[in-house]
């Protein structure tokens, strides 16, 4: 069975420092990949996604994300992170021609200190 | 830019009672899903619907639970007999097609079963 593990439950950072949050997944075939954020009191918004080509990709506000195959891994960074990115981070896979059931990770809390 | 639509925002409920939460999906979309996340855990697919019937359940997705598109615009999630465990934060989502495609996902609603 697919399944999603995040590293971090809740990531604590002041501005200006360097973000990277951890996503692994386990499935033998092909995947595509998904960041989605929750900002309070918002709904799950698409940061970037993963499904073919380079596997370096950049969302929005600054994000990207960087998939590697051989370590089963899909980690979200940003270089200088902001108030405004305070925020719950979901990871999530979808099995390639699957359907489009998402299984997501546990989800890390980003508190970013002004 | 359209968005996923649900209500009610937050139902309490008496264990037992059936409920039924609404979703109007973005209006060009074909796919439907709802997820589910049990405070402090993940967020679960529970079903998704295409072409008028079910393309894909969970195991979580029984025989309590049922989808319905009753007209061209609303997408609903029936709850025949709530239990206690079924508290929980219900997601609608919806896509143009699967798979590497970005689901929008509603606001939410938040069910309480007492």
């Known amino acids: 069975a697919q399944s999603v593990s995040q590293h971090n439950h809740h990531v604590i950072l002041s501005e200006a420092a360097s973000l990277e949050l951890g996503c692994n997944y386990s499935y033998g075939g092909t995947v595509n990949l998904f960041w989605y954020v929750q900002y309070p009191g918002q709904h799950l918004q698409l940061l970037l996604k993963?499904?073919?080509?380079?596997?370096l990709v950049k969302g929005i506000k600054g994000f990207e994300a960087e998939f590697i195959k051989s370590k089963f891994s899909f980690n979200l960074r940003k270089p200088s992170v902001q108030w405004s990115d305070t925020a719950e981070y979901f990871c999530?896979?979808?099995?390639?021609?699957?359907?489009?059931?998402?299984?997501f990770g546990q989800g890390t809390e980003l508190s970013v200190k002004p | 830019e359209p968005e996923v639509t649900q209500t009610p925002s937050h139902q309490v409920t008496q264990m037992g009672q059936e409920v039924i939460l609404r979703c109007v999906p973005i209006s060009n979309h074909l796919y439907f899903y709802w997820y589910r996340q049990i405070l402090g855990q993940k967020v679960e697919f529970l079903v998704s619907?295409?072409?008028?019937?079910?393309?894909?359940k969970s195991e979580i997705f029984d025989d309590q639970f049922s989808v319905e598109r009753p007209d061209g615009s609303n997408f609903t999630l029936k709850i025949r007999s709530t239990k206690l465990e079924d508290s929980a934060m219900y997601f609608c989502?919806?896509?143009?097609?699967?798979?590497?495609?970005?689901?929008?996902f509603g606001p939410g609603t938040r069910l309480t079963v007492t």
């Open positions: 619907f295409y072409n008028n019937e079910i393309s894909e």
């Open positions: 993963y499904f073919s080509g380079d596997p």
């Open positions: 989502a919806s896509s143009i097609r699967t798979g590497d495609y970005e689901q929008y």
């Open positions: 999530a896979v979808n099995a390639y021609n699957q359907g489009g059931k998402l299984i």
